[in-house]
């Protein structure tokens, strides 16, 4: 789901290095939002900075992130205060004549806000659907669904989309003009996430046999 409100745009979230690379279209955002798998969320606790890797599902103009209830950072993102959440994919490494020139292509996507925790118990349900359906479409129906205790276990934060901008690299390397007639190989080394094939758990029964949607598992358009 998608949704036409505008991205707030203030100096902390403004593009400043290469600022041609930077984007404040919501749909662009979102599309790399929803392709990606891992956010990390910065924040301060303690005069202490922690940055932390987190599964996460986008639903509308909200990212739902998840964790234990005794988790320390949860504890202090529900306390309302100020984090920065991103995302990137790297599509490929950008090989140039100069080792100065080198590069990556890739699109990514900074956020600012504050976290507010999930305490109704149907949207708290919701989030996890949707975290769930994030990382693997289809295993919320396949799966066992969460008991009321690990539904208590579980905390469950939102995080507003509202202010934040993308940055996207792509195409051949920047090179200086005196470079271009050196006999060195130039180019893009593409990168793409690709499944293997599924392995099963080694108390898996033998009739049991792999899901429709993880043998065409796949991440992107």
Same mark, same amino acid.
């Given at each position: 789901?998608?949704?036409?409100?505008?991205?707030?745009?203030?100096?902390?979230?403004?593009?400043?290095?290469?600022?041609?690379?930077?984007?404040y279209?919501r749909?662009?955002? #979102? @599309?790399?939002?929803?392709? +990606? /798998?891992v956010?990390?969320?910065?924040? =301060?606790?303690?005069? !202490?900075?922690?940055?932390?890797?987190?599964?996460?599902?986008?639903?509308?103009?909200?990212?739902?992130?998840?964790?234990?209830?005794?988790?320390r950072?949860?504890?202090?993102l529900?306390?309302?205060?100020?984090?920065?959440?991103?995302?990137?994919?790297?599509?490929?490494?950008?090989?140039a004549?100069?080792?100065?020139?080198?590069?990556m292509?890739?699109?990514?996507?900074?956020?600012?806000g504050?976290?507010?925790?999930?305490?109704? #118990? @149907?949207?708290?349900?919701h +989030? /996890?659907?949707?975290?769930?359906?994030? =990382?693997?479409?289809? !295993?919320?129906?396949?799966a066992?669904?969460?008991t009321?205790?690990?539904?208590?276990?579980?905390?469950?934060?939102?995080?507003?989309?509202?202010?934040?901008?993308?940055?996207?690299?792509?195409?051949?390397?920047?090179?200086?003009?005196?470079?271009y007639k050196?006999?060195?190989?130039?180019?893009?080394?593409?990168?793409?996430?690709?499944?293997?094939v599924?392995?099963?758990?080694?108390?898996?029964?033998?009739?049991?046999?792999?899901? #429709?949607?993880?043998?065409?598992?796949?991440?992107?358009?």
């Amino acid at each position: 789901m998608s949704t036409t409100k505008p991205l707030q745009v203030t100096d902390r979230s403004a593009v400043k290095r290469n600022p041609k690379r930077g984007c404040y279209d919501r749909a662009t955002i #979102e @599309q790399i939002l929803d392709e +990606a /798998l891992v956010i990390h969320v910065g924040f =301060i606790a303690q005069d !202490q900075p922690f940055v932390i890797p987190m599964s996460y599902g986008r639903d509308g103009d909200r990212l739902y992130i998840h964790g234990a209830v005794a988790s320390r950072m949860l504890k202090n993102l529900e306390q309302g205060i100020e984090i920065c959440v991103s995302a990137t994919i790297l599509d490929g490494i950008v090989i140039a004549r100069s080792l100065f020139h080198h590069s990556m292509n890739y699109r990514s996507v900074v956020l600012f806000g504050r976290a507010t925790l999930v305490d109704d #118990e @149907q949207e708290k349900l919701h +989030a /996890l659907k949707v975290l769930s359906e994030h =990382i693997v479409p289809g !295993q919320w129906e396949q799966a066992r669904q969460p008991t009321p205790a690990e539904m208590k276990a579980t905390t469950v934060l939102a995080f507003p989309i509202e202010e934040g901008s993308a940055k996207v690299r792509s195409g051949d390397p920047k090179d200086d003009a005196a470079d271009y007639k050196l006999p060195i190989w130039a180019g893009q080394l593409p990168l793409k996430l690709t499944p293997g094939v599924p392995i099963p758990d080694s108390q898996l029964q033998s009739d049991i046999v792999v899901p #429709e949607n993880l043998l065409n598992y796949h991440r992107g358009a």
